[in-house]
């Protein structure tokens, strides 16, 4: 008789696979045994471990490979033959065991009533006895026959927008709603996807998962000309009318479908967007409710928070920290001040930070967030949280960054740079910023028309995120070894200290008139030196105050070179800390909120 293990590593938990461990427990086919736990790294832990021949375990392990679909929160699988099991009792999670597999579609059903080429194809209302997806469809997808699945594909063909009310979706063949603003799409013919993306093995996998999560891509020059968007949303069909309408359009040679997401105050819930930060991914907003353990003193029994639509009450109980997802009609941005500094605390809850004591000390967090003011907050040896940095506030208007500039001393490098190079004076002149005015997206804006990106047309809110992704795209496409070094000098306003965006603005200028014109390389080169920068202000603290764990933590983390480039830069020396059981921005700043020592207004 051999002993086996199998063990499935996840940055968060994930149903399926507490699922799975409950149903070979109860076939009883041998002894076999299954338990869940949290790591050392706060990861979740899925456990099988088996006794029986060798033609039993060989036949287990084919079926744990097949029925083990892979997850975006996998970060590792193992599987070895040990010499007696380690975890002889099965110990899961409190979970009920359910019949069928946590899916609305599995891999049983989905070749039958997803393929045109079954004679099942179609047949959304199909029975699965492994995931049950029948009887999990919304009410409005249960009375559709395959006429009308194929009518709806018919519908897009002839160029007209679908609506699928009850799932908050639009769907098109054209671009919908403003031009400038970032596409998204759901892919119907995975195979021509590298023939218009730029794409990695890790955001393959990604997309490919049974999550079925949305991913913001880098167009390829085919991809930018066919889209017209330097970056795009891209996700897989993640219901079964999904899967038989992407099916039908492929076979119609469609390659994908736009979509377009209305929030509303039903049930249904955005997609889940990732962000890749060190290797790992990461949720930018929840869109499920969930529950971790509570590492440090709450001081709240409750506290919220709201990111555009999406509202958060985080509540704590005795040992642990549960938190709610609802959707609001109105779009809010809350909490309107100590944002950084729940961050900071969400963050820290995926650390035993400090032993034995349960508040937080010899920290820092750098939020950069799209939505509310970035900053860098620490806290020192007696949990005292201070302001260090926020970031510059931008006009959001061209004509303003123009006469601000003006009235610095970089008022001759503007006039050399409007006569030198009259087009990207122009842009910067006609700019309309939307972006929170104290967020590096706002400071990338003004560099990316400084740097010679033409200023697209468009609503402003769609000329900024749409000038901020080809700002990043082009830092992206960098390929030299080393780059410029740009100047993001400290000021001080007031007690507060910020960064003298005039002089930034200024030295990319003056690359400009010395004749650097390659907009990778200056892009690249602002995210390399912010990031350098930032390394020489987090290890000020540290000499100072001490940084035992740097959080990052807010929406600008989406970005992958401003990410890579930090931990690179200031990960050198400092553990940094990202919560990969919450998210950038949302969630984790209700949750965030049960340590403030004020309660927010």
């Known amino acids: 008789m051999h002993h086996i293990q199998f063990e499935f590593i996840c940055s968060q938990p994930v149903p399926l696979y507490g699922h799975l461990c409950q149903e070979y427990i109860a076939r009883h086919v041998f002894n076999i045994s299954a338990s869940q736990f949290t790591g050392e790294e706060h990861n979740t832990h899925y456990v099988i471990e088996a006794t029986g021949s060798q033609a039993e375990l060989e036949t287990l392990a084919e079926d744990i490979a097949e029925h083990f679909l892979l997850s975006v929160w996998l970060v590792d699988s193992k599987m070895q033959l040990v010499k007696e099991r380690q975890y002889p009792t099965s110990s899961l999670g409190k979970d009920v065991h359910l019949p069928v597999a946590p899916l609305v ?47 709806f594909a018919q519908l897009l063909l002839e160029k007209q927008p679908l609506h699928l009310v009850d799932d908050n979706l639009t769907l098109s063949l054209t671009a919908i709603g403003d031009a400038g603003k970032r596409p998204s799409i759901i892919v119907c013919n995975p195979n021509t996807l590298n023939d218009f993306f730029q794409l990695n093995d890790k955001q393959v996998q990604a997309l490919s998962s049974h999550e079925k999560p949305c991913l913001n891509i880098n167009t390829n020059e085919a991809g930018a000309a066919s889209l017209q968007a330097s970056m795009v949303d891209v996700q897989f069909a993640s219901n079964r009318l999904l899967v038989v309408l992407c099916e039908k359009l492929r076979q119609k040679g469609v390659n994908w479908i736009y979509s377009q997401f209305t929030p509303s105050a039903n049930t249904q819930l955005p997609p889940l967007k990732l962000a890749l930060i060190d290797e790992q991914w990461v949720a930018k907003q929840l869109v499920q409710a969930g529950q971790t353990e509570l590492k440090l003193s709450a001081l709240h029994d409750e506290a919220c928070a709201q990111i555009g639509n999406l509202a958060y009450t985080a509540t704590s109980h005795k040992k642990h920290i549960s938190w709610q997802i609802s959707q609001q009609e109105q779009q809010q941005i809350s909490p309107a001040t100590h944002a950084a500094e729940c961050a900071l605390y969400a963050g820290l809850q995926s650390k035993d930070v400090n032993g034995k004591s349960t508040k937080p000390k010899y920290a820092t967090v750098l939020f950069f967030s799209r939505y509310q003011a970035s900053q860098i907050v620490m806290v020192d040896q007696d949990s005292k949280a201070e302001l260090f940095l926020e970031m510059p506030e931008m006009p959001s208007v061209g004509s303003e960054i123009i006469n601000q500039l003006n009235q610095s001393p970089e008022k001759g490098l503007v006039e050399k740079f409007k006569a030198a190079h009259p087009d990207s004076y122009n842009a910067l002149m006609n700019l309309a910023i939307t972006t929170h005015a104290n967020s590096v997206t706002s400071f990338m804006v003004a560099a990316a028309c400084v740097v010679g990106i033409k200023l697209p047309t468009g609503s402003a809110k769609s000329v900024t995120q749409q000038l901020a992704d080809n700002f990043v795209s082009d830092a992206m496409s960098y390929r030299g070894s080393n780059a410029p070094r740009i100047d993001f000098p400290l000021i001080l306003q007031g007690a507060q200290r910020s960064i003298n965006w005039c002089k930034t603005l200024g030295s990319l200028m003056s690359f400009r008139l010395a004749g650097e014109d390659d907009t990778t390389k200056l892009a690249f080169a602002f995210h390399d030196s912010l990031a350098d920068y930032l390394s020489n202000w987090v290890e000020h603290i540290d000499n100072n105050t001490g940084v035992h764990n740097l959080v990052l933590a807010g929406s600008e983390f989406d970005n992958p070179v401003l990410a890579k480039r930090i931990r690179l830069r200031v990960g050198k020396n400092i553990p940094i800390v990202i919560n990969k059981q919450l998210d950038l921005e949302g969630a984790n700043l209700a949750i965030g909120g049960l340590f403030l020592t004020q309660r927010r207004r």
């Open 105 to 151: 579609f599995c891999h049983h059903c989905q070749p039958k009533f997803g393929d045109n080429q079954n004679p099942q194809f179609g047949d959304i209302n199909l029975a699965c006895d492994h995931c049950g997806g029948q009887n999990k469809l919304p009410t409005a997808h249960d009375a559709l026959s395959e006429q009308d699945i194929f009518a």
